[in-house]
DNA sequence: TGTTGACCTCAAGTTTGGTTGAGGTTTTAT
DNA sequence: ATAAAACCTCAACCAAACTTGAGGTCAACA
């Protein structure tokens, strides 16, 4: 069943469960998947679907981008440059991953200023649309001055 | 149009595209609300929906907690100990804030993490189920160890 | 008194990231 | 040889958070 090269690596291509085994994803999802252009299958005489081994980095870089929480269309974009028909080498990860930590930056200095912001207006609560910074999410720009509002009680 | 108090602030009750213009949210998004369970209205005796000023600030505290990534499920029922005839009081938004304030930091630092094992593994790239700590999301415990890993061509 | 704009309800559509199931074929194991 | 396990396609369904549209009512203004 587990025929080795010489070397001792397993060269055998892999089915649909073998990959979903092996990647920890569903065998639905790899369907899922080829059908929006993210991976791609050989199929045998048969019909089923054959995998290079590669294909499990790409499956594994998927799941990391997604993580991060990029979405697959924007995935599938980054990934389409890229040839189904070689092993991602590890320039092409650093590429990969290099631009996706930038993103991944970015959400979280969103989200620790938010977090500020919430700070800042915890013992607040005027949430007024004009003057609460976390009501005018001018995200780049720090247009701020938080400090204390007074609260008038319905004066939003 | 515009009725004032003796005081100068505005009491009349606001109609829906009113709340809508204020809030920044649209019509649709309003009615959503209410079905949800999130917002409430009366009516006026040609069934139009009529809201108390409050409503005003009970949508801006949807709004921050959304940014936060608090599922609207979520804030309804953090919303629904609270009663809808009497606008929410400082007292109440610390109390929401405080715990939103917790899960967005915990989003934060699970990105955080992220972010430090991208960083471990964008010279890397393994991506090994086993071995790569991207592959293991063992997100709370500290099992860690990432360190440069050989890379096999297709030893994934 | 129109007529226009705002409002009403209810149903259906949209996007993202999949899962589930029916009905049928292929592979594998015995 | 046969039965079970794995595979195939295609369609439908799920959840979240809304939006859009149809068909009809209400209100505000000239």
Redesign the interface.
Known sequence: MTEKCPNG?M?RELSVGEVAE???VAVSTLHFYEEKGLIRSERNRGNQRRY???I??RV??I??AQ???IPLAEIAEALAVLPHDR????KD??AL??T??RT??E??ER??R??DQ??G?????C?S?QE?P??N?MDTLGAEGPGPRL??????
Chains 1, 2 share one sequence.
């Open positions: 690596v060269s092996r990647s920890g290079p081994r590669s499990l980095r594994a870089v799941k990391v993580r991060t929480g092993p991602l080498t590890v990860w650093s991953s290099r996706w930590r991944l930056d959400r979280i989200l620790t938010l977090r919430l700070d207006c915890i013992g607040c609560g949430l649309m609460c976390l009501r999410p609260l008038e009680p319905d004066a939003v």
